[in-house]
């Protein structure tokens, strides 16, 4: 798969699919697809020192893979997840805080969230307005994408 003003993720096509190995690192699938997602990715693997994730695009993991984990690609292209060590599968918002809850002082944030409903209420809200208008947010943003429609 190639799309022309990918760059850097054209290259992320060409390497041969993944296959999941529980136990080392949990796994956070983003669309590949999208500038905001991939920013995203990029600065989650600048954050995660401790190598606890495997970021990859969904696009790389053959669908039969992640079906293992009760999702879909079209799972995938809706909402972050994230497949622990253990196989647990976190998604969107939540996805976001399993991430963050390895990383102190972000910790201490997710914590609050949870003590705190509405604030976690707040966050899932606002990540699924960000999730259903992603594509449009980053060609507002300027970002490079192939911007497919879904």
């Known amino acids: 798969m190639s799309c022309a003003g990918c760059g850097l993720r054209r ?6 699919p993944k296959m999941i190995e529980l ?15 991939t920013w995203s990715a990029d600065l989650v693997m600048r954050m995660d ?12 993991m053959p669908e039969p893979e992640i079906q293992r984990f ?7 292209a809706r909402r972050l997840q994230v497949i622990t060590r253990r ?4 998604s969107g918002a939540f996805a976001v805080n399993y991430f963050f809850v390895h990383y102190f002082p972000w ?6 969230l949870y003590v705190v409903p509405p604030l ?6 606002t990540y ?7 594509m449009r947010l980053s060609r507002w943003l300027g970002m490079k994408a192939c911007l497919v429609q879904k």
């Open 11 to 16: 290259a992320m096509w060409m390497e041969p």
């Open 23 to 37: 136990g080392k690192r949990a796994y956070m699938l983003f669309d590949g697809d999208c500038g905001i997602c």
């Open 49 to 60: 020192v401790k190598r606890h994730f495997y970021v990859e695009p969904y696009q790389r």
């Open 70 to 76: 009760g999702i879909s690609h079209a799972d995938c």
């Open 87 to 90: 196989g647990t599968v976190h």
């Open 107 to 112: 910790k201490l944030l997710v914590v609050l």
């Open 120 to 125: 976690l209420l707040l966050e899932m809200i």
């Open 128 to 134: 699924e307005l960000v999730a259903r208008n992603r």
